[in-house]
């Protein structure tokens, strides 16, 4: 039943991010291009989703727990670190430049566009590396040792 219904959410939420745009590149990257051919109708998804959440989030916290867990799987450290900027930094720069932010690239991967064919395995690559680079310590200058 978990499988089912978190399905059931991605595919919705995968039908939320074609209908809104996000998932055209060239539809994000004009929105981003504030001195050009500036797109404004992302502000109005941007809107929906801080409504949806606001509402949202006030709903689920009443909840002792998550309908399909037993627990709340929240985030524990407040600490903003080097390794939260730099992901952000690298994050904004590689969604400016490809258009994607990984929902999206996700979203758009069954139309096989060149752009999005390159941006996914990237994406993963750059999850892998950043996943074994946090482990290893080496934004927090601790580094493994051998």
Same mark, same amino acid.
């Given at each position: 039943?978990?499988?089912?219904?978190?399905?059931?959410?991605?595919?919705?939420?995968?039908?939320?991010?074609?209908?809104?745009?996000?998932?055209?590149?060239?539809?994000? &990257?004009?929105?981003?291009? %504030?001195? #050009?051919?500036?797109?404004?109708?992302?502000? $109005?998804?941007? +809107?929906? =989703?801080?409504?949806?959440?606001?509402?949202?989030?006030?709903?689920?916290?009443?909840?002792?727990?998550?309908?399909?867990?037993?627990?709340?799987?929240?985030?524990?450290?407040?600490?903003?670190?080097?390794?939260? &900027?730099?992901?952000?930094? %690298?994050? #904004?720069?590689?969604?400016?430049?490809?258009? $994607?932010?990984? +929902?999206? =690239?996700?979203?758009?991967?069954?139309?096989?566009?060149?752009?999005?064919?390159?941006?996914?395995?990237?994406?993963?690559?750059?999850?892998?590396?950043?996943?074994?680079?946090?482990?290893?310590?080496?934004?927090?200058?601790?580094?493994?040792?051998?």
């Amino acid at each position: 039943m978990r499988i089912f219904w978190g399905f059931a959410a991605g595919l919705v939420f995968g039908l939320g991010l074609v209908v809104s745009g996000m998932a055209n590149p060239a539809k994000v &990257l004009n929105f981003l291009d %504030l001195a #050009g051919s500036w797109d404004p109708s992302l502000i $109005f998804v941007m +809107g929906g =989703a801080m409504l949806t959440t606001f509402i949202g989030y006030r709903l689920v916290w009443r909840r002792p727990a998550p309908v399909l867990e037993n627990s709340f799987d929240i985030p524990k450290s407040r600490t903003i670190d080097r390794p939260l &900027l730099l992901g952000s930094v %690298l994050f #904004g720069i590689g969604w400016g430049i490809g258009g $994607f932010c990984p +929902g999206p =690239a996700w979203t758009a991967l069954p139309l096989l566009a060149p752009g999005t064919l390159i941006f996914v395995p990237a994406m993963l690559a750059g999850l892998w590396l950043g996943a074994r680079i946090k482990a290893g310590g080496y934004l927090n200058g601790k580094g493994a040792t051998s």
